[in-house]
């Protein structure tokens, strides 16, 4: 089986993001798959979400410039099937030292080739920063797939068509011709509002069938799960939350059509 490589991303904060991101892997790594989870965020939440250490080094820093291969950043998480290459503070500086060198946005496809060539992972999820930068713009030469989180509020909607100019964009000037957007999941629904509700409807009409069908809830346990390093279905499997992103994990496979 191909490894399916999929960019999480949104350039705006708060959006649920790294939740998405983190959930997503454990959820694919107890349906059976073989994960990797990057962290190229410098804040590192993916990685401290995990239950992993910011450690020096041990980030994608030095592979990115060209600096021995990422394969040997993948490190052991605590759960079967879920590997990871961690974040830490230096990622900071490498949009400034990438910007210096040639084919600055194909870094990370480079750097990647060697990982899906292993036949290690059947999935590589990549958790981006919440911006346009360099390691995102890098992270998505990199990918077949770019997965948006929406939150469920009006200006959600401003962020999702750029996203999707960016990624015609990238096809068209040849970055990445394959890149393709796999769907737009909407997060922190709040079931007591109006809004919300509205929202979910109005972006289904923009998007239509690209808007996965499982709505992620706004809950207290999603929200304490990342400070004791567990994603939900370790921290509270019989949650409305883990459900979701168990429910958010098949509807993904079906699309990837593993």
């Not at 490894?3 to 993001?17: D, E, L, M, R, Y």
């Not at 454990?26 to 059976?32: E, K, M, P, S, Y």
């Not at 060697?114 to 036949?119: D, H, I, Y």
């Not at 279905?233 to 883990?242: E, F, L, N, Q, R």
Request: net charge neutral; aromatic share 6%.
């Amino acid at each position: 089986m191909p490894t399916s490589v999929i960019a999480v991303a949104n350039q705006k904060g708060g959006v649920g993001k790294t939740t998405t991101a983190v959930n997503l892997a454990a959820c694919l790594a107890v349906a059976g798959r073989r994960v990797l989870l990057i962290d190229i965020d410098p804040q590192a939440n993916a990685t401290s979400g995990l239950g992993l250490e910011k450690s020096p080094g041990a980030s994608a820093y030095r592979s990115l410039l060209g600096d021995g291969p990422l394969l040997d950043k993948v490190r052991p998480t605590a759960f079967e099937r879920l590997e990871m290459i961690p974040s830490e503070l230096d990622l900071c500086g490498v949009e400034v030292e990438l910007a210096r060198t040639e084919n600055h946005l194909q870094r990370f496809s480079q750097a990647l080739a060697p990982v899906r060539e292993a036949g290690r992972f059947d999935v590589i999820l990549i958790d981006c920063p919440p911006s346009l930068g360099i390691l995102t713009l890098n992270s998505f030469a990199a990918a077949e797939w770019l997965l948006v989180p929406l939150q469920c509020e009006y200006y959600s909607l401003e962020g999702i068509s750029m996203l999707h100019r960016l990624v015609n964009q990238l096809r068209q000037t040849g970055a990445n011709p394959r890149l393709a957007l796999l769907g737009v999941v909407m997060t922190m629904y709040d079931g007591r509002t109006r809004l919300a509700q509205q929202v979910v409807d109005e972006v289904r009409r923009h998007f239509g069938e690209l808007v996965f069908e499982t709505v992620i809830p706004r809950t207290t346990r999603l929200a304490e799960a990342p400070s004791h390093g567990q994603p939900i279905i370790a921290y509270d499997k019989y949650s409305a939350g883990a459900a979701a992103y168990e429910v958010l994990t098949q509807e993904l496979l079906l699309r990837l059509k593993v």
